[in-house]
Nanobody
Framework: QVQLVESGGGLVQAGGSLRLSCAAS????????MGWYRHAPGKERELVAT???????NYADSVKGRFTISRDNAKKTVYLQMNTLKPEDTAVYYC???????????????WGQGTQVTVSS
């Protein structure tokens, strides 16, 4: 059983910072790309950032220059450092990972349970 467990959300004032973490647990699997999405009330789910196994990154225009995605392959963990937070960053943040389990042909996408980030003005 593969699970993604997020941590690090919370309440912060505008201009502040938070760091989200997402660790993959289980055994006999390999991780390809990892990423973060967010979903705010009344809005569509939005891709925030992705990182490949080799470390190549992509960001939504709305977070470029403020958020940094990174990963520790040995720890099977992806991070999202969020700086200069704005009220419009308020959302539930979900991590995702493209994971191939031993003995399977194809990788599939796994999701974390989500962590709430609230930025007050």
């Amino acid at each position: 059983q593969v699970q993604l467990v997020e941590s690090g959300g919370g309440l912060v004032q505008a201009g502040g910072s938070l760091r989200l973490s997402c660790a993959a647990s289980g055994s006999d699997f390999s991780i390809n790309s990892m990423g973060w999405y967010r979903h705010a009330p009344g809005k569509e789910r939005e891709l925030v950032a992705t990182i490949s196994k080799g470390g190549s990154t992509n960001y939504a225009d709305s977070v470029k220059g403020r958020f940094t995605i990174s990963r520790d392959n040995a720890k099977k963990t992806v991070y999202l450092q969020m700086n200069t937070l704005k009220p419009e960053d308020t959302a539930v943040y979900y991590c995702t990972a493209d994971i191939k389990r031993l003995g399977t042909i194809w990788a599939r996408n796994y999701w974390g349970q989500g962590t709430q980030v609230t930025v007050s003005s």
